[in-house]
């Protein structure tokens, strides 16, 4: 709970728990609070003008949403009660729940656009909310998060749609300054096609990467341990345990938590976690740390808008936050077993906030070499974590982010070293 001499609803705890906020830090909502507010501004007289010309279409997901809300007093209390305390922080914001519902509806057919800088509509809408007492409560509420992953998939479909295209143009995400920031080239990115060869706005997000420039470190050397992503290095650590305290300060994994209490659990204690984080330019496609035989795959519905809370503008909130989502929110478990002394490897993306889908791209029994392609994320995903067996690592060949910044840990590209066994 950010609070600045016990308030807070003050200008100084608000910003605070802005600047820390995962959306934030990994550069899909500017820096500047303002231009959220400004874009939030536009969003809101879109919605005044689809009720005025009456063409605000009620989706699916919203209405499941709406029905909800109505038959659950605790969810509506919840909801309720964190739109009045937002207005302590922004008087202009959502009015109530049927103009929550109308700025859902609104979100669920946008395509973000590049020069927007805000490119998460749903982190913005709710940036102020998930921080109040109510929405820290209500963001855990499982079946308000079921509702909102609903919302998600819906905006996912719409984001898979020939529609969505709108915005890949030379004016917005295929730009010279998009070519530049997002390094466009790396990629399989056509610009003398339209849309850059791309069939949807996801299709430009999960976009493929050109094979050379990734290349598999140590392709012929069991003992090379790969990068699964591009990422920032945000925490490194050894011995984990099979439960502890990851919503207390200490960047603590809880295995049996993070593995949603599989049987395979036990074989991972006392082992190692390498978790990084990646930014909205990065890669967003995975790959196999080591080679082996996939074993076991799967979705874990976890959370979405929730970070931890903390008392007070903390330096180390981004990490903490990172770590405690390894344990609640939304992922996939991708269990590959290699030869010794690696032995079995899980691979775990997280979704935070806009993680519309975790799409796996391998099935158990499958043999895969070194560096094949586990699957992505379409819009949303932004972390990842790999757990070790006990004794596979000698050592990492990265160094741990002990910055408490989760944007100034070693930055690592797919299918480079991490680390190696003996």
Sequence with gaps: MTTVNGDRYSAQAVEARYQDSFGRLAGYLPQDRTIVYAWLDELGRQVEQRRTQRILVRHDSVAELARLIDRDPVVRMYVTLMIEQAKEYRKDGVRDIPDLLDHLDTVVTWAPRYFDKVHFPMSALFVDMMFTPAGEAAFRNRDLNRALLGILREWCRYLDSPDSCRVLTDEQWLSSAAWEELKLGDFQVDPKKPH????????????????????????????????????????????VRRTDEFWVKGQRYSLYDMLDGSDL?????????????????DYHRWHAPVG?????????????????????????????????????????????????????????????????????????????????????????????????????????DVPDNTTGDVTKGQWCAVNSEIAHTG
């Design 196 to 239: 850059g060869g791309l069939l949807s706005f996801n299709d430009f997000f999960h976009r493929e990467i050109r094979p050379e420039k990734r290349p598999v470190a140590g392709a012929g050397d069991p003992k090379v341990i790969v990068a699964p992503n591009d990422g920032k290095v945000v925490r490194i650590q050894r011995n």
């Design 292 to 396: 082996g035989t996939v074993i076991s795959t799967r979705v874990v519905e976890g959370l979405t808008f929730t970070e931890l809370e903390s008392a007070g503008h903390d330096p180390d909130a981004g990490i903490q936050s990172q770590v405690y989502e390894a344990s609640v929110n939304a992922r996939a478990l991708i269990f590959i077993r290699s030869s010794d002394p690696i032995g079995t490897v899980c691979v775990m993306p997280i979704g935070i906030t806009e993680i519309s889908s975790l799409t796996i791209g391998v099935e158990p029994g499958q043999k895969l070499e070194k560096g094949a392609e586990l699957g992505y994320f379409s819009y949303g995903g932004s972390s990842m974590v790999v757990v070790f067996q006990p004794g596979a690592v000698a050592a990492f």
């Design 265 to 281: 659990t036990d074989g991972f204690v006392g082992g190692d976690v390498y978790q990084s984080f990646l930014s909205g330019a």
